[in-house]
């Protein structure tokens, strides 16, 4: 059983940073690899990125890619969603996931435990 609480959403302006933490219970987090998605209001929940269980490999949704960084510590069972340059268009409720496999997943059948959610809203 892996429980996961995220952190670090909030209101921003266009153009700044906000990273997002979640924290992992659970033996199995060191073995999982990690996901983040996100949902906006009238839209499907869509994949952010995800890094492996070591850490050693990092993969990103093109939307986000040279603006995001996903990265984990183990020893703090915690897994991290730095966000640089926010525009509008990121503003969603994110979701950390555990995956089931330890290799880097961008489906979501494959992550079998979610956190509950935290709000990011960027203003322009």
């Known amino acids: 059983q892996v429980q996961l609480v995220e952190s670090g959403g909030g209101l921003v302006k266009a153009g700044d940073s906000l990273r997002l933490s979640c924290a992992a219970s659970?033996?199995?987090?060191?073995?999982?690899?990690m996901g983040w998605f996100r949902q906006a209001p009238g839209k499907e929940r869509e994949f952010v990125a995800t890094?492996?269980?070591?850490?050693?490999?990092?993969y990103y949704a093109d939307s986000v890619k040279g603006r995001f960084t996903i990265s984990r510590d183990n020893a703090k069972n915690t897994v991290y969603l730095q966000m640089n340059s926010l525009k509008p268009e990121d503003t969603a409720v994110y979701y950390c996931?555990?995956?089931?496999?330890?290799?880097?997943?961008?489906?979501?059948?494959?992550?079998?435990?979610w956190g509950q959610g935290t709000q990011v809203t960027v203003s322009s």
């Open positions: 996931a555990a995956a089931r496999i330890m290799g880097l997943t961008t489906n979501p059948q494959t992550y079998y435990y």
């Open positions: 890094i492996t269980w070591s850490g050693d490999r990092t």
């Open positions: 659970g033996r199995t987090f060191s073995t999982s690899a």
